[in-house]
């Protein structure tokens, strides 16, 4: 299950890559390169076209997220060996009074 997750993820990952490069920006960027927007503007319509792609990024984004959670909550379990910090246990640790400094006493004002 563990291995299954991760394939997908890596496709949503390269599809996410992929929607991103296709959007166009302000400049041109790489979409009008590589065709970008004007073989998917034929089909939808140049409007429509950015709202796909703005739709479809926004869902591979959510769902790539969700898939790293579910993987690292569910599947990855801590190893024996980890140390847990003092918060993680809920507990307070006190130093041996051994270690503690010494503190002098002020020497008593003589009037």
Known sequence: ??????MVSVLVALVLII??????????????S?????????????RRTADFLSKTTWWLGGSLIVLALVINLFFLKPSGNAQR????????????????????????VQK
């Open 85 to 108: 910090s003092a918060i993680q246990d809920g507990t307070q640790q006190v130093p041996p009074s051994s270690s503690l400094p010494v503190q002098n006493q002020p020497a008593p």
């Open 1 to 6: 299950m563990y291995n299954l997750l991760m």
């Open 34 to 46: 590589f065709g970008g927007t004007g073989t998917f503007g034929t089909v939808f319509g140049t």
């Open 19 to 32: 929607t991103v490069l296709l959007q166009s920006s302000k400049g041109g960027g790489l979409a009008g």
